[in-house]
């Protein structure tokens, strides 16, 4: 078994690392966290499912595939943890800052999602915790705010032109 990348999100065609595992947060509500299978010669903190994600111009947080192994070896799937879902679910119960570093362009998506990657090796600065993000959303209920903490997507009334909570360096 090969090594998880963990979460990904894919944001204005670019696609992030995530520091941030909005999974962990459905587990916690449940009250129960799947037993996935890990291979022994990876750290305890080493992820054990990779979580492809997506914020499209609605404004929502989607979980849009799983991948992992349950103990006897067979792979999971997002219709194990969904099962009324079909390519993709809304991540309603996330409210959070997800942080991320830039993995590369849609084009090269593909290999960077499978390439080996452990939070310990994103980028940090001197600060023993601080990850240096070259991106930071604030969402809340699986909808991305803005810089004024309103809520996007094509039924919120106003403006055409949000102010982005986004940062992109």
């Known amino acids: 078994m090969s090594a998880y990348v963990g979460d990904t999100l894919l944001y204005r065609d670019r696609v992030f690392r995530l520091g941030s595992r909005p999974l962990e947060a459905w587990f916690r509500l449940i009250g129960q966290r799947p037993g ?38 067979n792979p999971l799937a997002l219709g194990h943890l969904f099962p009324l879902a079909e390519e993709s679910i809304v991540a309603s119960w996330y409210t959070g800052i997800l942080r991320g570093v830039r993995a590369g362009p849609v084009g090269t998506a593909l290999a960077a999602v499978q390439e080996p990657c452990h939070l310990a090796s994103f ?15 604030e969402i809340r209920c699986g909808r991305l705010l803005d810089a004024s903490g309103e809520t996007l997507g094509p039924d919120r009334p106003g403006d055409e032109s949000p102010r982005w909570a986004a940062t992109l360096v």
Do not use: F, K, N, Q
């Open 36 to 73: 996935l299978r890990r291979a022994s010669d990876l750290p305890a903190d080493a992820p054990d499912y990779a979580a492809p994600w997506e914020i499209g111009d609605d404004g929502l947080l989607r979980l849009v595939g799983l991948t992992g192994s349950w103990p006897d070896t």
């Open 123 to 137: 980028p940090r600065h001197g600060v023993p915790g601080l990850m240096l993000a070259d991106l930071a959303l």
